[in-house]
């Protein structure tokens, strides 16, 4: 993107800000409610000059990691099983279909019991809420290979390992990269949740605690920093795809 | 010379001729137990790959274990080969990026590398557009004469039947049978307009009907 571009893409949440401090200093607004950005980025500061921020921060991307890694792993190989294997497509989608529209909040009750109050239950949680998109895309993604290539690479004398490895595995990465991400956003949605309702250390923690403190400006500190994973990841994957799919139109322009 | 056809689509003379005997027009005259590298397929909806690129399209066939004993000359063979279809400009371009000919021509391209006897041609023009597609008649013939394999081409337009073959073998479906086989010795490059070549189209267009 070019250097003019970024600059209009940032001019109106600079705005929104600047707004939102000039109302905050000439009194409009209540400080217990709405507190000044630059207290919150102030906050901020201390945040990370304590060390308190880092804490929070490794405590929940841990949990994220470990439960995105699972959900990933355990996703694509299930989802391509299913696609390839119709027995297995048969024996696990009742239970995807069943256990996906369970808010996975629901479970986290049982998830404390099962796996105490620390990481494990968590993990648990975004590795079971995060593993859904990765099936169902990477299901879609090894299906929708167009059939006349699996024919092409057989009639040019691939063996069926080969046109595994060079047919189903780049063909189904598209799909499995959306599922991936989609993977991603859910995990970081989790989290934030699951340690809002039962944890001691994390970023929602911290979003929590300040709010029962009442420690506004923290609350708003906390959301800006779960914001800027969101957004940065983000950028980041769609970085990865152009690297890892060159080739891929997401919509002919 | 008979060949019957059971009625399995529109598709049916090609898959009949890549998968059951072919004794008759097989040039080594041997039977042919199944589908093989010796008779490569080109279909009217290129199969190309879209994560490779066009010289990696070329180059997938002669990576694999099956065709790896042709010689290790590799790149050589993707270049020349993508030289052939004049597409040596765009070794590096993405099928999404390539036209419609020249997606065509790749997929002839991918189908040489592996230095088959004979070229399966399914209405390999009929999604072109008719600009393109007497172009692509004529690209078909250049290739035909640079590398001499014996091309099978079924089309359903009769002037390009016409144009193009060396022999004609006219079919009619329910039921599949071959109603005439015509040598066509007419000199290249023919026009629509030669006498002789509107006279055969019209004997054939009055036979097919």
């Given amino acids: 993107m070019s250097s003019r571009r970024w600059l209009y893409r940032l001019l109106s949440p600079l705005a929104a800000v600047l707004a939102w401090e000039a109302a905050a200093r000439l009194g409009w607004l209540t400080p217990l409610l709405f507190p000044a950005p630059s207290r919150a980025f102030a906050d901020l500061s201390v945040l990370i000059a304590s060390g308190y921020l880092w804490k929070a921060l490794s405590a929940s991307l841990y949990r994220v990691f470990c439960g995105f890694a699972i959900a990933t792993g355990v996703g694509v190989l299930l989802g391509a099983a299913m696609a390839r294997i119709q027995l297995l497509d048969e024996i696990i989608d009742p239970i995807v279909e069943i256990l996906r529209p369970i808010s996975p909040l629901a479970l986290f009750p049982l998830a404390i019991l099962w796996f105490g109050i620390g990481d494990g239950s968590k993990i648990f949680i975004i590795a079971l809420a995060a593993s859904f998109p990765v099936i169902l895309n990477t299901y879609a993604g090894v299906r929708d290979i167009d059939a006349n290539l699996f024919r092409a690479s057989r009639s040019l004398g691939a063996s069926e390992f080969e046109t595994f490895r060079g047919i189903v595995l780049p063909g189904c990465l598209p799909h499995v990269f959306t599922g991936i991400r989609l993977a991603w956003g859910i995990s970081l949605i989790v989290i934030i949740a699951a340690e809002m309702v039962g944890a001691t250390v ?14 506004t400006e923290r609350l708003f500190a906390g959301i800006f920093v779960i914001g800027l994973i969101g957004f940065a990841t983000d950028i980041g994957f769609r970085r990865l795809r152009r690297f890892l799919l060159p080739w891929y139109r997401e919509t002919e322009r | 010379m008979s060949l019957t056809f059971p009625g399995r689509g529109r598709r049916a003379p090609v898959e009949v001729l890549r998968d059951v005997n072919l004794a008759v027009l097989a040039s080594e005259n041997q039977p042919i137990a199944g589908p093989g590298r010796e008779r490569m397929m080109v279909f009217q909806q290129p199969a190309l790959f879209p994560w490779l690129t066009a010289a990696g399209n070329v180059r997938y066939g002669l990576r694999l274990r099956a065709n790896r004993a042709n010689g290790n000359a590799v790149d050589e063979t993707v270049a020349d080969i993508l030289r052939l279809v004049e597409l040596d400009g765009f070794a590096n371009y993405y099928p999404a990026d390539l036209s419609g000919g020249m997606r065509q021509r790749l997929e002839i391209a991918r189908a040489l590398a592996v230095d088959p006897q004979m070229l399966l041609m399914d209405e390999p023009l009929a999604a072109l557009d008719a600009l393109t597609r007497r172009k692509m008649q004529r690209e078909v013939l250049r290739i035909w004469q640079e590398t001499r394999k014996t091309i099978l081409f079924v089309t359903h337009d009769i002037d390009e039947a016409v144009l193009m073959a060396d022999r004609i073998v006219a079919m009619a479906h329910r ?29 054939l267009s009055a036979l097919l009907e």
């Fill in chain 1, 202 to 215: 994390g970023i929602g923690y911290m979003v929590l605690e300040a709010q029962q403190t009442f420690r």
């Fill in chain 2, 175 to 203: 039921p599949s049978r071959v109603l005439e086989v015509r040598p066509v010795e007419l000199p290249r490059p023919r026009q629509r307009e030669d006498r002789e070549v509107a006279a055969l189209v019209q004997h």
